[in-house]
């Protein structure tokens, strides 16, 4: 089982970006998924979540209004828009996958991760 993810970059405070995270070897398409995303000397941080169907979003309150998560189940991809970004966003973020079905936001509690993506906002 492997989550790719892709579409970090350095991009300016106030600018936009798009991650992709494909899933390969097994599919994802009717269990949750989830971004986290940890900064240099800190630890890993809950993003947003989505249900199996899309239905239902979750986001941290830092990121509520700004970030975007959504998923393709065809594709077997998620996607975090990111636009209005800031300097505290800078981070290596993670896809995450879990086999149960209910979408949680505890890193501890999902089962795949991706390799990560690093997101640096320039001031």
């Known amino acids: 089982v492997q989550l790719r993810a892709c579409g970090g970059g350095l991009v300016r405070a106030g600018g936009c970006v798009r991650l992709?995270?494909?899933?390969?070897?097994?599919?994802?398409?009717?269990?949750?998924m989830g971004w986290f995303r940890q900064a240099p000397g800190k630890e890993r941080e809950f993003v947003a979540a989505?249900?199996?169907?899309?239905?239902?979003?979750y986001y941290a309150d830092s990121v509520k209004g700004r970030f975007t998560i959504s998923r393709n189940n065809a594709k077997n991809t998620v996607y975090l828009q990111m636009n209005s970004l800031k300097p505290e966003d800078t981070a290596v973020y993670y896809c995450?996958?879990?086999?149960?079905?209910?979408?949680?936001?505890?890193?501890?509690?999902?089962?795949?991760w991706g390799q990560g993506t690093l997101v640096t906002v320039s001031s």
């Open positions: 992709s995270c494909a899933a390969s070897g097994r599919t994802f398409s009717s269990h949750p």
């Open positions: 989505i249900s199996w169907s899309g239905g239902s979003t």
């Open positions: 995450a996958a879990r086999k149960g079905a209910v979408v949680v936001t505890t890193a501890s509690q999902y089962d795949y």
